[in-house]
């Protein structure tokens, strides 16, 4: 008698839950061991089931159409796409959020520059706050989720993903969020801000990150900045300085090499209070500063 391992014909996906399963954890197998969570994520966004599924339940049968569409999901994760593209969710702050591949997938190391925010500016305070390229809005929705009090506005060049953002705004239904077309703060003219957040692109320009892993399917525009790197934060931090009030913070993400020069930078332009926040793998990450003036 054949058992539950060896039920389906090797290369075909089959058609329960368990042999699915195993299909796609062997298509998606790596080192690291998340081709298997791939599998569970992608074959739970299908069924609309939890991911323990189809270790419960291996033998149920699927319909046609689900098996059909998990198939494709895992092939298009075999040849690299990422996951949040394929369910087209991805959770930031624990916000459940929509991206597309109009939009940067959010990742976790922004979330310190939530973080941050939180913990630099007061609650229960009406505070004015700007998202400098908001992408699906993961920064600004979390902080107008955590702080009701305050009013955030965002802005983002790229139309499409404005429009993943705003949705994402109307689906967690978040009123003190604005978001607005534009370069950078172009639609902010004459507007002064308690604070200012922003997780620009600051990938170099060149960079072989940028034809790896899930990079290749993001916006380019969304990474890229210039043959250092840091074309967008010279520009950001010249121009905050004007946007800011008496005291008001300055919060921008930059990557893992760029804590030096980000610091100069901010120095040079006449910003005090500098310091810089390491991510979890101890990378300096999120510079932190104030315009005194
Ligand atoms: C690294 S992504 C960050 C997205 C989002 N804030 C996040 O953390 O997930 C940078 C974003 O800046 C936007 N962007 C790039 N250049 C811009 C510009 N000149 N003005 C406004 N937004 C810009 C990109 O379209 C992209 O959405």
Known sequence: MSNSSTRHTPGEP???????????????????GSGRLDAEVLI??????????????PERTLPTSQ??????????RAEGQPVAYLTGECEFWSLPLHVTPATLIPRPETELVVESALAHLPAGESLYIADLG??????????????????????????????????????????????????????????????????????RTGDPHLERGDLRFEPR???ASGVDGLDAIRRITASARQYLVPGGRLILEHGFDQ?????????????????????????????VCAWKR
């Open 14 to 32: 089959g058609n329960t839950l368990g042999e699915l399963l195993r299909w796609a954890s062997d298509l998606l197998a790596d080192e690291d």
């Open 44 to 57: 739970g966004h299908v069924t609309g089931q939890p991911r323990h599924e189809p270790y419960i339940r």
């Open 67 to 76: 098996g059909q569409r998990i198939e494709e999901l895992v092939r298009r």
């Open 134 to 203: 908001t992408g699906s809005g993961a920064i600004a929705l979390a902080l107008a989720s955590e702080r009701p009090d305050w009013r955030v506005v965002a802005t983002e060049r790229c139309t499409a993903a404005l429009e993943v953002a705003r949705d994402n705004a109307r689906r967690l239904d978040l009123a003190n969020v604005a978001f607005h077309a534009g370069d950078w703060f172009e639609p902010l003219a004459g507007q002064r801000f308690d604070l200012i957040v922003s997780n620009p692109p600051y990938v």
């Open 221 to 223: 525009t969304a990474l």
């Open 259 to 287: 804590g030096a020069p980000a610091r100069d930078l901010l120095m040079a332009l006449g910003y005090g209070d500098i310091t810089t926040l390491r991510d979890l793998a101890g990378h300096e990450r999120v510079a």
